[in-house]
């Protein structure tokens, strides 16, 4: 009785104590980059830093400010195709590693083929990309995927190889199907191995979509950031660098909180 | 309808049972029945091959050709048993990312039964296992005897005429074990399932069950079978009565035989 109570107590007051470190978290967060800012600011100014090697921070805000349109439209351009070439990669990852558990013969074959086809530098494949699909959105996502599938492809399967055998016995004793087990037990028990390659993931697809922006189009991070390289705006150029370390770690963020809500449970077992 | 009664009486049946693993033979000859309704508990030296057994009658395992393998009086493969019998193993084998309700349904999950009338049973059963309050916590957040009544309830609501129970307490603390044993037979008492228990605790073996079975060293058979004629319900002074120690000491005799066996044999293959 007093368990119980204890419980609902605890389920009650769980909403602030959640919500207490995550603010002070902020804080401190938010005070770290208002000191970063700072030093950066204090340091072009004290040191007399010519705007060709390093502008002001400012100087970068105010030419976003500027001209906000462009940036929003690159960031949400580059944006698409990362998350594209993401889901894509995820799925077509985890897919290859329920076959490549399910038929040894299929990852005996195909595995070697995945490794060499990593071995490619990302421009030389993105070169490749071009040529078959054009400066598209598509061929953009397709190297954001190149780089995201083999990570994910690798720890699923080490994922779904590690599960407990004596779990799969006791859930085949009580007449699980091999679809039930993948789902009810080996997909969930895989997940924090999975979750490894997502983060992974993350980075990795917005270094394809931006290289492939490099192989010619008109909107996108990678576009603004190669045209302020030729034309010399030194200032566009970290205008453009800002908006994508936004959102690599925008992203990154995202898919850690998405592991933390998902894989609640934590490292036990 | 038309069934004798030997064939109901009888649940399992187990003739010339022999199981080989690669070079080694775990279980020889192995004969033994549990009829409807009894509690059979098996002891025996560790590696004689009582796993193996278990394994096998949960459908597992499949014995190697010649013996014969009843169930409900029909002649039956290994395998046409998994789904049939509820399996209990060592560990209690919780999926951490469910809770204590969503834990105890995962065999009626698999077997295809409403979610929503499942849960609605488990939450009912919960102060029977004395899990009162907790059906939303999850694995991580529960003691080690409380995970494994989850565990033991889990295979409760998988009703099955059949219970294998694996050393279910051998984790436990001593004093979480005895008061273990005594809620499982009040609650055995109630439900009345046939049940095949392995334990390493001569104690436990004679406390639970109807009859124990000792077991030989591997390749592992049955060496003795002693019925235990002592009256139920059982309380926790029977276990210095005379006619348990009696029991005790019948059967710790047989089991020092089989251990002092197996010891030679291994001293002889370290040698």
């Known amino acids: 009785m007093s368990a119980a109570l204890a419980l609902t107590a605890r389920r009650g007051a769980a909403g602030w104590r959640w919500a207490a470190p995550a603010l002070l978290w902020l804080g401190r967060l938010i005070l770290g980059l208002a000191i970063a800012a700072a030093v950066w600011e204090g340091a072009v100014l004290a040191f007399a830093i010519r705007p060709e090697y390093l502008p002001r921070l400012s100087a970068i805000l105010a030419t976003i400010a500027a001209t906000p349109e462009a940036y929003v439209a690159g960031f949400l351009r580059t944006l698409l195709e990362t998350l594209i ?17 399910r038929a040894p013969v299929l990852r005996d074959m195909l595995f070697p083929i ?126 453009a660098i800002l908006c994508a370390a936004l959102l690599g770690t925008g992203f990154y963020a995202a898919v850690s909180l998405a592991e933390r809500w998902l894989v609640f449970w934590g490292a036990e077992q | 309808m038309t069934e004798t009664p030997t064939e109901t009486a009888r649940l399992l049946e187990l003739r010339g049972i022999d199981k080989t693993f690669g ?124 995970r494994q009544r989850v565990a033991l309830m889990r295979t409760f609501m998988f009703e099955r005429e059949l219970m294998l129970l694996d050393e279910p307490f051998g ?38 069950g109807d009859r124990v079975l000792v077991m030989t060293a591997r390749p592992g058979s049955v060496k003795l079978a002693r019925p235990v004629d002592l009256p139920r319900p059982r309380s926790a002074e029977l276990v210095t009565s005379p006619e348990f120690i009696a029991i005790k000491r019948e059967i710790l005799a047989a089991i020092e035989e089989e251990s002092m066996k197996s010891f030679m044999a291994t001293g002889m293959r370290a040698a």
């Open chain 1, 85 to 101: 070439g993401f889901a894509a990669g995820v799925v077509v990852g985890v897919l290859n590693g329920i076959l490549f558990l």
């Open chain 1, 114 to 239: 995945f490794v060499v086809s990593q071995t490619i530098p990302v421009i030389a494949f993105g070169a490749l990309v071009v040529l078959w699909f054009g400066n598209t959105l598509l061929a953009k996502a397709v190297i954001a995927f190149y780089l995201t599938f083999f990570p994910v492809t690798v720890n699923t399967l080490l994922g779904l190889q590690s599960v407990d055998p004596r779990q799969i016995a006791l859930l085949r004793s009580f007449g699980a199907s091999g679809r039930q087990l993948l789902l009810r037990l080996m997909l969930p028990a895989a997940l924090p191995q999975i979750f490894v390659a997502l983060r992974l993931g993350a980075s990795l697809s917005l270094v394809g979509a931006i290289v492939g922006e490099w192989f010619g189009d008109t909107t996108g991070l990678g576009v603004i950031l190669l045209q302020a390289m030729y034309t010399e705006q030194v200032t566009v150029m970290w205008a």
């Open chain 2, 23 to 146: 070079t080694v033979q775990a279980v020889r000859g192995l004969t033994l029945s549990v009829p409807a309704g009894e509690f059979v508990t098996v002891v025996g030296p560790s590696g004689c091959g009582k796993s193996t057994l278990f394994n096998m009658v949960a459908g597992l395992d499949e014995p190697d050709p010649g013996g014969v393998l009843r169930f409900k009086g029909r002649s039956c493969h290994a395998h046409e048993l998994l789904g049939r019998v509820s399996f209990m193993p060592q560990r209690d084998l919780l999926l951490p990312w469910r809770n204590v309700i969503d834990n105890a349904i995962i065999a009626n999950e698999i077997e295809g039964a409403d979610r929503k009338t499942a849960r609605a049973r488990a939450l009912r059963m919960l102060p029977e296992f004395g899990l009162t309050g907790f059906e939303a916590q999850y694995p991580h957040q529960l003691s080690g005897g409380m």
């Open chain 2, 171 to 208: 984790a436990l603390d001593a004093l979480t074990r005895s008061m273990m044993q005594r809620w499982l037979l009040d609650v055995w008492e109630r439900h009345r399932r046939t049940v095949l228990f392995i334990t390493h605790d001569v104690d436990e073996a004679i406390f639970l």
